[in-house]
């Protein structure tokens, strides 16, 4: 069976770990190997790369991975390991990617692909002009409930979308009196921390791809908790965002506002919903679910605040059945990826789609300090 070698740098980090190593490579060999085109699997041979060597052979042992290092340009020097993925923290990705480019690896990132717009429209061009395969995670196309979304607007079901709302976000704790779920770098900006450059590279691309190209932005950004405890229990300020409120014009006409909030406790299904309003009907989309409303069987409330409310409004709404099978959405990335770069198989989530989620970030945090609306240029 043929093999392809995977640098995978960042590993011992919390999503490296979970779901590209476990959850994505391990699971695809598991299953036997990413199937091509003609029928035949190839499987991936993940070489762990990072600077802890107790950890790297801690997890190789563990998973019985024969191959790691600390040695970045040695596992690039290797002709036998096609691939390179980098899931390090934001401000170590652009150099060790470039490494891998003039390496001639085909490269494979976490969002977001680099700290400004500049760098990733630079790193997205370096790619294209060395001509390897580029591609960047952007999981959440894959959701269940996003994939049911997909086959609702494909299908119809809303007629003209008039907006999208989206809630994100849940209470991350302080660190002192609970261990906080997320590591402390997220919030402090000299570390490349902040919700806005952590999350609006994903509401780009789930806009782009299911409702039209962002045209503006406008956004007000926070940070609700100015001081929190880090992994050695020790006081730090709280330098990055955990908070933003913004709206997105999009191309067609729809508006979308999404709250994105690590300073929020949660009172909803999931913890990302979106609402999405069209002329025929109306859909709330979680991670999993998804639940709908058609205009036929929408009621008809009126505002009167003497009286309570006799309709429980929420249970005039169907579930969408799933009517498939839903994988992993990280490992069905990465077999559409390990295909472009055995069969050329298209891949449109490219550094150069990339690099629009870091623009978005970045307007976004423009538009927050000067107090206006921003274009979006195409």
């Not at 600077?51 to 600390?70: F, G, I, Q």
């Not at 691939?83 to 001639?104: M, N, W």
């Not at 100015?226 to 990055?240: I, L, N, V």
Request: overall charge negative.
């Amino acid at each position: 069976m043929a093999e392809l070698g995977v640098v995978m740098n960042g590993v011992t980090g919390r999503m490296g770990y979970r779901q590209h190593l476990v959850r994505s490579v391990l699971a695809i060999n598991a299953e036997g190997g990413v199937v091509l085109a003609d029928g035949s699997k190839v499987r991936l041979r993940p070489v762990l790369v990072g600077r802890s060597e107790a950890k790297l052979k801690e997890l190789a042992a563990k998973h019985d991975v024969a191959d790691w290092t600390t040695d970045l340009d040695a596992a690039l020097a290797d002709p036998a390991n096609t691939i390179y993925f980098d899931a390090q923290i934001t401000q170590a990705r652009v150099e060790a990617t470039k490494k891998a480019i003039a390496a001639g690896k085909h490269v494979y990132c976490e969002k977001p692909t680099a700290e400004t717009s500049a760098e990733a429209l630079e790193l997205a061009a370096t790619a294209e002009a060395a001509g390897v395969k580029n591609g960047v995670v952007q999981d959440k196309l894959f959701l269940p409930g996003l994939l049911k979304l997909k086959r609702l607007i494909d299908g119809g079901f809303f007629g003209r979308i008039l907006s999208i709302r989206g809630e994100f976000g849940y209470w991350v704790f302080e660190g002192d009196w609970q261990a906080a779920q997320r590591p402390s770098w997220n919030y402090r900006a000299e570390d490349g921390g902040g919700i806005v450059l952590d999350m609006f590279p994903h509401w780009a691309y789930v806009l782009e791809n299911l409702f039209g190209s962002v045209t503006s932005v406008y956004a007000h950004v926070t940070t609700h908790i100015p001081e929190r405890w880090d992994e050695r229990g020790q006081a730090y300020r709280a330098s990055a965002d955990d908070a933003a409120y913004a709206v997105f014009e999009l191309d067609g006409g729809a508006v979308a506002q999404i709250n994105s909030s690590w300073a929020v406790r949660v009172n909803r299904d999931e913890l990302v919903e979106f609402q999405v309003d069209g002329t025929h009907g109306s859909a709330v989309a979680g991670l999993r679910d998804c639940r709908v409303q058609h205009r036929s069987a929408t009621p008809k409330p009126v505002w009167n605040p003497d009286l309570p409310a006799t309709a429980r409004f929420r249970d005039g709404w169907q579930e969408v059945p799933d009517n498939a099978e839903f994988d992993n959405g990280f490992k069905v990335q990465w077999e559409r990826f390990v295909r472009h770069v055995a069969d050329d198989e298209p891949f449109p989530y490219t550094l150069r789609s990339g690099a629009r989620g870091v623009l978005l970030a970045e307007l976004g945090l423009k538009s927050a300090a000067e107090g206006r609306r921003m274009a979006v240029s195409s």
